[in-house]
């Protein structure tokens, strides 16, 4: 079975820089999607981006990218210029492409707090 | 569309109790899931679906069960309900590659 790990409960970081979330997962496949979501206050599960495992380059969503290093099975993600709305909980998440069911494994969560 | 819909948002039982958690999803999606999140933790899945009539386990199913009549509804049902199962429960549904959530139920059990 897999196994998603974030090593760093809380993390905080000043308004406007750039703070880099940690995960590390285990498998034995080969092909696979990793994807970070946000869990704000309100609760609300949001996708923050997503990286398939047979892509070499990392994935960037705005002000949010990813460095994925496969041999080393590691999944961080880089917050840049940060802003207080992106205070909240990050959950990375992997999701095998064999099977049916699409069924994500999520770690432990890191709490984000961003300061003035 | 309105996406993923959870119904109630907050709920408080009584240990022994019965309810069922109500999730419902205006995508056409086949793939459902539920999940719970404890305090300080990830999200671990109980239930999922791969369309309407199967059903299977996921990691934490034990004092759950589910059904999946229509490819809309995916109804979570507690029986015997145990302080244990105090949580946040999450529905999501999926196509190929990203799963959507609903906005999730607090539940409470004394």
């Known amino acids: 079975a897999q196994t998603v790990t974030q090593s760093q409960p809380e993390m905080s970081v000043q308004e406007a820089e750039t703070v880099t979330l940690s995960c590390t997962y285990d498998t034995s496949e080969s092909d696979y999607y990793l994807f970070w979501y946000k869990q704000p206050p309100s609760r609300q599960m949001i996708l923050v981006i997503r990286q398939e495992a047979y892509k070499q380059q990392n994935a960037t969503e705005n002000r949010f990218s990813v460095n994925f290093q496969k041999a080393a099975k590691s999944f961080s993600l880089k917050i840049s210029d940060s802003q207080l709305g992106d205070a909240a909980m990050y959950f990375c998440?992997?999701?095998?492409?064999?099977?049916?069911?699409?069924?994500?494994?999520f770690g432990t969560g890191t709490r984000l707090q961003v300061t003035l | 569309n309105a996406g993923v819909t959870q119904t109630p948002k907050f709920r408080i039982l009584k240990i022994g109790q019965s309810m069922t958690l109500q999730c419902a999803q205006d995508?056409?999606?086949?793939?459902m899931y539920w999940y719970r999140q404890d305090p300080g933790m990830g999200l671990k899945l109980i239930y999922y679906?791969?369309?309407?009539?199967?059903?299977d386990k996921g990691e934490v199913p034990n004092g759950y069960n589910v059904s999946r009549s229509t490819t809309e509804d995916f109804p979570l049902r507690l029986e015997l309900a145990a302080p244990s199962q105090t949580s946040v429960y999450f529905c999501?549904?999926?196509?190929?590659?990203?799963?959507?959530f609903g906005p999730g139920t607090r539940l409470t059990v004394l």
């Open positions: 998440a992997y999701r095998s492409v064999t099977g049916t069911a699409s069924k994500l494994t």
């Open positions: 995508m056409n999606h086949n793939y």
């Open positions: 999501a549904s999926s196509y190929a590659r990203e799963q959507f």
């Open positions: 679906s791969v369309g309407a009539g199967i059903t």
